[in-house]
């Protein structure tokens, strides 16, 4: 696989910079936060999560849309996400019973 580009690396950045938990970044956002087109970005952002550099992790209604834009996040930040959901529900099932 080719190595990632100028735009692809700083489209990466702003996504990590903009991860909050619970909540992802829209493209608009991404866009915006990398300082990049939103042209490039509407190109690019849907390759990165086709070869699995970004994940769609929810979607939000935002202003200017009929209908609920896609939140992107790295896969790494999801996995964590989720982990610390299982160990919370290990925690209750262990003081539960």
Not at 48 to 69: E, H, S, W
Not at 77 to 96: C, K, P, R, T
Request: aromatic residues 4%.
């Amino acid at each position: 696989m080719r190595p990632a580009g100028e735009i692809s690396l700083a489209l990466l950045q702003a996504v990590e910079h903009l991860a909050a938990a619970g909540r992802g970044a829209t493209l608009r956002e991404i866009a915006a936060q990398a300082q990049v087109g939103l042209d490039a970005a509407r190109t690019l952002v849907p390759k990165m999560k086709r070869y699995g550099r970004l994940v769609i992790c929810g979607q939000r209604k935002v202003p200017g849309r009929n209908r609920p834009a896609a939140e992107y996040a790295l896969p790494h930040q999801i996995h964590a996400a989720n982990e610390a959901d299982f160990v919370g529900l290990s925690q209750a099932m262990q003081l539960w019973g």
